[in-house]
């Protein structure tokens, strides 16, 4: 009997941890870190963080903007930069003195100003800047600031011992967006590409609405362990965020 019950014992204690494993990034409680009327900063895994800044539009009223810093050592990357230069001074101080580390690079996921809004701020502080070629021909097109660095289809760069992947899969909210990700973690940042559940379409002035879902289908089959999906804008989630926005533009 007694070597019944520690084989029973050892088959919950392993199920237990299988679980555990599996289930680990969304176990952790996501916790806002500092908010200001500026900015807001939640951690929402082990090394990972979504920024929020704000962006006055006509149409939709005060619209919060989210985008993705992903750490490792002493090092960080973020994705899309505040909507604007004083909210992303404030965003590299902040890594800078409260989390203490290096921001290796800022990648704007297209050429909207709620993604590349800030980049003189960073390239104020010598940060290097990368986005897809699209992004940067749109930018110097608009008479906004250019990202530095250029990339076709994929990106890899290093953040401590881990890499973060920009790829661009095809046309959607606008012709030049891209999606970023961070395998260690499986968390990936939609950007303005991927809603939110529940959320309209949105802006759609630069959009290529026949190609949306097609674009987002081929995201959730190169990312089929995605765990958390960060959007542009609104809530995070799951990869059920991929599967609405595929259902909503798709074609009838």
């Not at 019944?4 to 204690?13: A, M």
């Not at 810093?69 to 590299?92: G, H, M, Q, Y």
Request: aromatic content about 10%; charged content about 25%.
């Amino acid at each position: 009997m007694h070597g019944i019950l520690k084989y029973l014992l050892i088959i919950v204690t392993s199920t237990t941890l299988l679980n555990c494993s599996s289930t680990k990034y969304f176990a952790f409680k996501s916790k806002e870190i500092y908010k200001t009327n500026n900015l807001i900063v939640t951690q929402i895994s082990e090394n990972s963080f979504t920024h929020i800044s704000y962006k006055q539009t006509n149409d939709f009223g005060n619209v919060p903007c989210n985008g993705l810093i992903v750490r490792d050592k002493n090092e960080v990357i973020v994705f899309d930069t505040p909507t604007n230069d004083k909210s992303a001074e404030e965003l590299i101080k902040w890594i800078k003195e409260t989390i203490h580390c290096k921001i290796n690079a800022v990648i704007p996921t297209h050429f909207h100003d709620d993604c590349l809004g800030g980049l003189k701020a960073f390239d104020d502080n010598n940060i290097s800047s990368y986005a897809n070629v699209k992004t940067i021909a749109l930018a110097k097109e608009n008479n906004l600031v250019v990202p530095k660095n250029g990339f076709i289809d994929t990106l890899t760069l290093k953040v401590g011992d881990k890499i973060v992947i920009a790829k661009f899969f095809g046309e959607g909210h606008t012709k030049d967006n891209v999606v970023g990700y961070f395998p260690s973690e499986n968390i990936m940042f939609g950007g303005c590409l991927i809603k939110e559940l529940k959320a309209g379409k949105g802006y759609l002035g630069d959009a290529n609405i026949t190609n949306w879902s097609k674009t987002v289908e081929k995201v959730k089959k190169e990312y089929p362990n995605v765990q958390i999906v960060v959007p542009g804008h609104g809530e995070y989630g799951n990869s059920k965020l991929l599967d609405y926005t595929i259902k909503l533009f798709k074609s009838k």
